[in-house]
Nanobody
């Protein structure tokens, strides 16, 4: 299983970015998917997760109402729409997959497959 994240970049505060993660796995539609981020000097933290069908989602309090996770099981892709970005959102963003298929998995150790990360930098 391989995950390829893209869509990061430099954006001004208040701006938006859309991250994508393409997953090479026949069983993609059975995987729960998540986005995590890691800022310099900090631990990797949970951002958002989505269940296998896409019907249920889960967000960290820090991004709730600003970020939206979604998936397309035909394109084997999960997205993270990020709006109203602030400098505190600056980090490397990682997509990850778990075989539980449910949207409430927040622990990084429960995710078996990881993408390479994409840098998001928000300037003030």
């Amino acid at each position: 299983v391989q995950l390829q994240a893209s869509g990061g970049g430099l954006v001004q505060a208040g701006g938006s970015l859309r991250l994508s993660c393409v997953v090479s796995a026949r069983a993609f539609s059975t995987y729960g998917m998540g986005w995590f981020r890691q800022a310099p000097g900090k631990e990797r933290e949970f951002v958002a997760a989505i269940g296998s069908s896409g019907g249920s989602t889960n967000y960290a309090d820090s991004v709730k109402g600003r970020f939206t996770i979604s998936r397309d099981n035909v394109k084997n892709t999960v997205y993270l729409q990020m709006n109203s970005l602030t400098p505190e959102d600056t980090a490397v963003y990682y997509c990850a997959a778990n075989r539980y298929g449910v949207p409430y998995i927040r622990n990084i150790h429960d995710y078996e497959y990881w993408g390479q990360g994409t840098q998001v930098t928000v300037s003030s």
